[in-house]
């Protein structure tokens, strides 16, 4: 079984102060990590995904598979960073089907 | 980039009719396409994957027969919800991709299903 775990519901926190959204998951196999973003009233939409190593808004995520972990940081959070983050993985879900498993989300406030 | 549609956005129905939801993939052709259910405030509970051309494989705990899906072409899902009753109100969101391990997933905007 796949299981992502999000701990904190809610985050606030000031403009210019860094942010880390943690994730953890559970998989038994060689994991797929992403993270999700939905902005207020705007669909869900990928920030980023661990293969492509790449930074996005200025967010990274490293995969560390000692830690089962795969938190998602930024060094100055923005007041547009506000929105609800999901850490999903992606697994087989029978078959040949991928499928993937969320979190369940961390509400990120960055106040003024 | 790649833009999934949803149709209706939102309906409202009595208890006991069916309802059909359609998930588009309008620039590109998705051979998988997935069900969610989302609740208030809640996270995403994957409810069947969609494989263009075979029957949807279903997550456990859903019922095959109520929520009835189907992908007859590489750029149309649909999912009905059958015999609907208050329990099954919720925001039903799909989502598009390729079905690779790495695979990005395009989301619609979600459909909100009011039963009365």
């Known amino acids: 079984a796949q299981r992502v775990t999000q701990p904190e519901k809610l985050l606030s926190v000031f403009k210019g102060a860094p942010v880390e959204l943690k994730c953890n998951y559970s998989?038994?196999?060689?994991?797929?990590l992403f993270w999700y973003v939905q902005y207020s009233r705007q669909r869900l939409q990928l920030l980023l995904r661990?293969?492509s190593r790449e930074s996005i808004k200025g967010f990274t995520a490293d995969l560390n598979k000692g830690e089962t972990s795969f938190h998602l940081k930024k060094p100055f959070a923005q007041e547009e960073d506000s929105a609800m983050y999901y850490c999903?993985?992606?697994?087989?879900?029978?078959?040949?089907?991928?499928?993937?498993?969320f979190g369940k989300g961390t509400l990120l406030t960055v106040n003024p | 980039g790649a833009v999934v549609s949803q149709h209706p956005s939102r309906v409202i129905c009595k208890s006991g009719t069916s309802v059909k939801i359609e998930c588009r993939s309008l620039?590109?052709?998705?051979?998988?396409m997935f069900w969610y259910r989302q609740f208030p405030k809640q996270s995403l509970m994957l409810m069947a994957t969609?494989?263009?051309?075979?029957?949807?494989?279903?997550e456990q705990g859903v019922e095959k027969d109520k929520f009835l899906i189907n992908h007859a072409s590489l750029t149309l899902s649909t999912l009905t919800v059958t015999s609907a009753h208050p329990e099954d109100s919720s925001f039903y969101i799909c989502?598009?991709?390729?079905?690779?391990?790495?695979?990005?997933?395009?989301f619609g905007p979600g459909t909100r299903l009011t039963v009365l």
């Open positions: 998989y038994s196999g060689s994991p797929e």
């Open positions: 661990h293969i």
């Open positions: 620039d590109f052709q998705a051979t998988t």
């Open positions: 989502s598009a991709g390729e079905g690779g391990p790495v695979d990005t997933q395009y």
């Open positions: 969609s494989n263009e051309g075979s029957k949807a494989t279903y």
């Open positions: 999903a993985l992606s697994g087989q879900s029978g078959g040949s089907n991928y499928k993937l498993t």
